[in-house]
């Protein structure tokens, strides 16, 4: 073959490898779901090009082919086939599992195990990497599986101002943040820069019970802090743990879309209340494993920024979200978790339920700055979210495992 026809062939084939990523088939996306985000910390690819096929699914650290088939396989001819396009990759050094569709719909644990085996002695193998990255593995933290329908596990965590305004606190937690495995998104506040540069700059504050006036040139300024600044700072220290992310605000791929906030008691001027989220949008960015960092700033659509509570907008993209993954929201910030007696670090609330909120809440026990958050929480699980918790930023590793922090459900 001439390197001309070879280029045309090879350009096909990508171009054929792309239209098939966009159609799978129920096998492919059982199967996908189970082994795009997997304990063997391996990147598996979809509808891979490899020489001038496209093979189903292919992990090239330890060079394996898994490829599905469906009825059409069991003919003669077809096999035969088959038989000289598995020759043909092995060539390459690939391995070949090869399961038919009938068995991945119905007997996907059976199916995984045959994978784990095979896996583990590909890593073990000068196939593989020798467990050259074992070490590195017994760091990172997982978060378990809620078993619910075949969805892939998403973690949505917001840290709040406290936090970034915290060096020690803010570099230790995007550490801890780097090693979860899996789907994440990071939510961030705003911290007390944007004040502070409003004060260098002779801008005045206005302040409603805690909450920023934001009138058209403290907009200026949460967005250059916002979005700017502390975004991208997150940004760069997330790369150097080899964590790849990418800032963003709700106005970027049109993800986050809210309305400026009616006029009532209050004018909080450009401030925005979230209508709708841009499902794809995200989902997109996470299957190509890019995580998003984001920024508490929307748009209306129009071409107006608005300033928008962080917790809010964790709270509606865990809600959103919920219709593609099995989400759970994890709010961090400087407590240990919902406490009982604001005075008393250690009261923390371990478990709490829509019950035993209204209760506490008759009762005057809930401080009043956790009751916005709350109230949050709450919503996000009537929209969907399978578990919220709330809990201390520096123990962002016990959370996760659910050994520390308050862990809200329905019930």
């Not at 085996?117 to 593989?128: A, E, N, R």
């Not at 600044?229 to 970027?252: E, F």
């Not at 401080?367 to 929209?383: E, H, Q, R, V, W």
Request: charged letters at 25%.
């Amino acid at each position: 073959m001439s390197d001309n026809m070879y280029y045309g062939a090879s350009k096909k084939i990508f171009q054929r490898a792309e239209e098939l990523r966009k159609t799978m088939t129920l096998a492919e996306e059982t199967l996908w779901n189970r082994i795009h985000i997997n304990d063997w910390h391996l990147k598996f690819r979809r509808q891979h090009p490899i020489a001038l096929y496209v093979v189903d699914f292919y992990s090239h650290k330890v060079k394996l082919v898994i490829e599905l088939d469906g009825g059409i396989h069991d003919d003669s001819e077809v096999k035969g086939y088959d038989k000289g396009r598995e020759e043909h990759l092995a060539e390459f050094g690939l391995t070949i599992l090869r399961f038919h569709n009938d068995e991945v719909i119905h007997n996907i644990e059976e199916v995984i195990n045959k994978i784990d085996t095979v896996i583990k002695q590909l890593l073990t193998s000068p196939l593989g990497d020798g467990g050259k990255d074992e070490g590195k593995q017994k760091q990172e933290l997982t978060y378990p599986p809620l078993g619910d329908g075949g969805k892939q596990d998403l973690l949505v965590i917001k840290i709040g101002g406290n936090v970034i305004d915290d060096e020690m606190t803010l570099h230790s937690f995007l550490q801890e943040f780097a090693k979860i495995q899996g789907q994440k998104i990071l939510v961030h506040g705003g911290g007390k820069l944007a004040s502070l540069l409003a004060e260098q700059l002779g801008i005045p504050q206005q302040m409603i019970e805690g909450r920023r006036i934001t009138d058209p040139e403290t907009l200026k300024i949460v967005t250059m802090v916002y979005a700017g600044y502390i975004n991208k700072n997150i940004v760069a220290r997330l790369q150097s743990h080899q964590c790849n992310a990418v800032g963003i605000c709700g106005a970027d791929g049109n993800g986050i879309m809210a309305h400026k906030r009616e006029v009532s008691a209050a004018d909080y001027g450009f401030v925005g209340d979230i209508d709708s989220v841009n499902v794809l949008f995200f989902k997109n960015l996470l299957e190509e494993t890019i995580i998003p960092v984001i920024a508490p700033l929307t748009h209306d659509g129009k071409g107006q920024l608005l300033n928008t509570n962080a917790d809010t907008i964790a709270a509606a993209l865990a809600g959103k979200l919920s219709t593609a993954y099995r989400v759970t929201l994890v709010y961090t910030f400087e407590k240990k978790g919902v406490l009982l007696d604001i005075q008393d670090e250690n009261s923390v609330i371990k478990e709490m339920n829509a019950g035993t909120y209204k209760g506490l809440k008759e009762q005057g026990k809930i401080y009043a700055g956790m009751i916005p958050k709350l109230d949050n929480a709450f919503g996000s699980l009537t929209n969907g979210v399978k578990k919220v918790i709330i809990g201390q930023a520096a123990d962002l590793a016990g959370l996760i495992k659910g050994n520390a922090g308050t862990t809200i459900a329905n019930g």
